[in-house]
Every structure is written in C-alpha cells, then in structure tokens.
C-alpha cells in the first residue's frame, strides 16, 4: 500500500511534469519550487490529465572536494556507495600538482595542468608582472589555453549549467581591459552558471540542480555541475580518519541521497559522474621540512610552501640555492622544473617557478619551524600516493556495473563527452578507453 507520504510525491511529480507541457505556458506559470526530496505528504494538488513527459537522461557532473574513495568503507555513506556498487567504480588518479583548481580543470578539459595553465591554486605570469592568480581570478587571461567540455556541449546544442564548478563563471576566450574598469569583453560561459558561495548549503545546492531541471524542455540544461566543499575543508582540519571529516563525509551522503530522490521524483533519468579532484593525508606539526634551517631565506623568492614548495632564487644566488636544494632530501626532493620526473606530467609551463620541491607525502615544506602544534590533513603531494587517490563512481543508464582499474583524472573529459554525444576531441590528454567495459 502506498502511504500518503508517497502519494503527495506521485501527485507532485505528475504536476511538474505537467507543467513543462505545453512549454510556453510553463514559462508564464510558476514552477513550484518544494523539493520533491523533501515530499509534501497530504498534498492534493491538480493532476492535470495530460500525458506525462519522457525526459532524456541528462549527464549531471559532482565534485566531492577531497573524497578519498575509501571514506565508502568507513560505513556513513549508503547512497554513494550503493551507487558505486550499482554503477563503475575506481580509485581515480589525480593529475599533478593534486590540488584543487589544476584538477577541476583538469576534469573538464582533458589535459594536464601543465598544458591547461590552471598549474596551482596560486600563480604568477611573467606576462603579467605584478598581479598574483588565486581562486578568486575571473580574468579569462589565466584561463583561456583551455576549453571547457561545456562550451563545445553549447555549440552543439546542449544547453549547460554549471554551479560552482571553478572556471565556470570566467568567460573563456574572453579579455579583461584595464579601460573599461576590468570588465570583461567577449567569451563564452556556461548558459547557467552560480559564483561559487561558500554559504550555500549542499542542500540548497541540490535544490538549485533540481530547479534547473524542473524547467520546460527548451530552457532545460541536459550538462549539468554540482560541488560540494564540506569534506575537504573538514579533511583539512581535522584530517581523514577523523569523526568529524566522517561527519562531512555523512552530511554529502545525504545531499545526494537528496538529489538521487528529487531526480526520481522527477522522473528525471540521469548518468551521474561523480568524482573528487584529489584525496587527503594527515599532516602535523612534527613532519615539517623547514626551509630556512636548510639556507638563507633572503636567497629565495619562495612563491608557495605546503605540500609541495616552488620557488625562484634572487639574482646572483642560483648556483647557491641549486647547491643547497636540487636532488633528494629527508622527506623532500628538489628539482629544476625541466627536471621534474616525467611521470608528473609539470614542469613545461612558464607559471611554474624555476625550483620545485615536493614533499614525502604526510609531510610539509615550510619556510619556518612551526610555532604552534597542529595535526590536519592536506593534499598537493605525489599523485601516485594512495593518500591522494580520488573517487570516481559513474552511475545511471549508461553504465553498467563494473570495477574499474586506477585510471587518470584525465579520462573523465571524453567520457562526458561520450555521455553527451558529443565526437572525441582530438589532441586532449585523455581516453575513453578503460570505461569501455562499463558503457553500455
Ligand atoms: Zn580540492
């Protein structure tokens, strides 16, 4: 026997299908904006007697910030990994540096940070003397050496929404001009897009994907982003074994237990392709490599320290910096960037300083012995680590149940691309290849 819980349900989903037919009368009325996650038990709206739409599956792309495919063992995710279970899998290998933005561009272009430009969280552009990139940067100047999958999806007819995807609220391809106050001329976005704001909950997160779904057909997206910050900024804090990250882990798990039952309510088939841009490994204050036990700070520019340092010399102090640094340390290794191991896949691009040190994973570069004791958990280090491995899980009807080999965060462009249909792109860093056993 259906409970009226379910039955409000019914009733909501056969009003919201109703009201996307015809189209041109959805867009007048309004669309109502209760989350069919949530139900409305005992509602008797009007069940219209028009037929209910057959929608097409829509790719929906979600970043879990810093989830370590093993927080699925840990027993506080159902949804996710009854999802995994039901769907392809794997432990997904980062690309290098396993940091945050570099691999969210990474995701959605298909090439190595080396080649996209997005290199780290913070750069410099000889080019561009004086100004620092972070993840605040909207100039398209730092981002245009690479496009978007959602850009090509919008040529092809494919209506987009991004939300809070990094890079989805720049206009690529686009300039900033000094003249007209840094407002930006030209580009192309996104046909949806959200800044990101922290303050949005994951739930309102949801709720926004769902919104964006509940539209007539034509105003629709069918490429879809959703982004989810809370586990890496509680992995940092308190790091991965921890019960509070645990509790972060829990908080998304429902969040998309939210979205899986507002997509069914719907009626809304979907492949999910769920990732996370790196892992996380405990850090502390007594695993610090200091920098300035080691030579003079006043002889190094040093631009970034953490997981990784990279640094310039000053003028007349190479050959002495390069002395003290270059080859292998206690818990770091320091090479010139030409000569950072192949395997990274870093080193050729201009924004990247001429010394790059990396640290043992689980241990820190600082320029300074630290003053206080702590004990986190960061990301940044080898990409190969286990630490930094990322999740992967693809999930709807055009996957099948499969187990998937490590692979590089790299293949997950052309496999969004043959979600949507869209031809391979030549010249990108990434196959399809390992996910040929898991589509259907
Ligand atoms: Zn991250």
């Known amino acids: 026997m259906r409970s009226t819980f379910q039955l409000g349900l019914a009733a909501l989903a056969a009003l919201q299908a109703c009201a996307f037919l015809p189209a041109a009368a959805a867009q007048t009325a309004a669309v109502p904006q209760i989350s069919p996650a949530k139900g409305t038990p005992g509602r008797t709206g009007p069940i219209c007697d028009c037929p209910q739409e057959t929608r097409a599956p829509v790719t929906i792309l979600i970043s879990i910030d810093g989830f370590r495919p093993d927080y699925l063992d840990r027993g506080v995710t159902p949804v996710l990994s009854r999802l995994a279970a039901e769907g392809a899998s794997a432990a997904m290998r980062p690309s290098f540096p396993s940091k945050t933005y570099p691999n969210h561009w990474t995701l959605v272009t298909g090439l190595r940070p080396d080649r996209h430009g997005i290199v780290a969280n913070k750069m410099e552009d000889a080019r561009r003397p004086g100004e620092t990139f972070t993840m605040a940067t909207d100039d398209p100047f730092w981002w245009n050496a690479a496009e978007p999958v959602w850009l090509d999806a919008e040529r092809a007819g494919i209506r987009t929404g991004a939300q809070f995807w990094p890079g989805s609220n720049v206009a690529i391809g686009g300039r900033k001009e000094k003249p007209t106050d840094w407002e930006t001329i030209g580009g192309e976005r996104p046909a949806d897009w959200a800044e990101f704001n922290q303050a949005i909950t994951g739930e309102q997160r949801v709720d926004g994907i769902l919104d964006w779904l509940r539209r007539p057909a034509a105003k629709r997206p069918r490429f879809l982003t959703l982004y989810f910050d809370v586990v890496d900024s509680a992995g940092h804090e308190f ?11 829990a908080q998304v798990d429902k969040w998309m237990g939210q ?15 769920i990732v996370s841009d ?8 007594s695993r610090v490599v200091v920098l300035g036990q080691m030579l003079p700070l006043d002889d190094i520019e040093l ?3 953490g997981t990784y340092a990279s640094l310039t010399p000053v003028p007349g102090k190479e050959a002495a910096v390069e ?13 010139r960037k030409r000569d950072i191991p192949a395997r990274f896949h870093y080193g050729a691009n201009p924004r990247i300083p001429p010394i ?19 004990a986190g958990g960061n990301h940044g280090y080898d990409n190969y680590s286990p630490e930094m491995a990322a999740l992967f899980i693809g999930h709807g009807p055009a996957f099948r149940p499969a187990t998937l080999p490590a692979f590089d965060n790299v293949d ?20 399809d290849a390992v996910f040929r056993i898991a589509i259907r």
């Not at 790091?239 to 882990?249: I, K, M, N, Y």
């Not at 790196?278 to 204050?285: E, F, I, L, N």
């Not at 790059?356 to 702590?374: D, M, Q, S, V």
């Open 239 to 249: 790091g991965p074994s921890d019960g509070r990250t645990l509790e972060a882990v």
């Open 259 to 273: 979205l899986v039952d507002g997509l069914a309510a719907l009626g809304q088939p979907a492949n999910l392709v």
């Open 278 to 285: 790196h892992g996380m490994a405990p850090t502390q204050s």
């Open 303 to 305: 631009f970034e320290s």
């Open 323 to 335: 002395k003290v640094l270059l080859g292998k340390h206690a818990h770091m290794e320091c090479w």
């Open 356 to 374: 790059f040190c990396l640290a043992e994973t689980g241990w820190l570069i600082n320029a300074k012995a630290p003053e206080k004791r702590f």
């Open 412 to 431: 997950v462009y052309p496999l969004l691309r043959d979600l949507m249909g869209l031809p391979a792109k030549p010249g990108v860093d990434g196959t």
